[in-house]
């Protein structure tokens, strides 16, 4: 079992910086591949950036170039540094914990989620 908690969301101008965390339990978290995935009300959870247990990223072709996905292994921690951020940026962010050895950007494949944080960028 493992448990996610995000924070770092929060108001930002376009243009802004924010990193989100997800600090994650259990004893296994370098084994799991971690994802980060956005919502919108209504629609499908939409694939952000995801990183494999040796380090491996694959990122959205929405966000690469401004985002930045990073692990911590020593820290249970798995981080998202958005730049330039976008109006169209705004919405909640979900970290997903996943327990193949390979990244997969569907929402289906991951086992664990945690809350979400909001991240709203004004124009």
């Known amino acids: 079992q493992v448990q996610l908690v995000e924070s770092g969301g929060g108001f930002v101008q376009a243009g802004g910086s924010l990193r989100l965390s997800c600090a994650a339990s259990?004893?296994?978290?370098?084994?799991?591949?971690m994802g980060w995935f956005r919502q919108v009300p209504g629609k499908e959870r939409e694939f952000v950036a995801a990183?494999?247990?040796?380090?491996?990223?694959v990122y959205a072709d929405s966000v690469k170039g401004r985002f930045t996905i990073s692990r911590d292994n020593a820290k249970n921690t798995v981080y998202l540094q958005m730049n330039r951020l976008k109006p169209e940026d705004t919405t909640v962010y979900y970290c997903?914990?996943?327990?193949?050895?390979?990244?997969?950007?569907?929402?289906?494949?991951?086992?664990?989620w945690g809350q979400g944080t909001q991240v709203t960028v004004s124009s």
């Open positions: 997903g914990a996943d327990g193949r050895f390979y990244i997969l950007r569907i929402s289906e494949a991951y086992d664990y």
């Open positions: 259990g004893r296994t978290f370098s084994t799991y591949v």
């Open positions: 990183i494999s247990n040796s380090g491996a990223t």
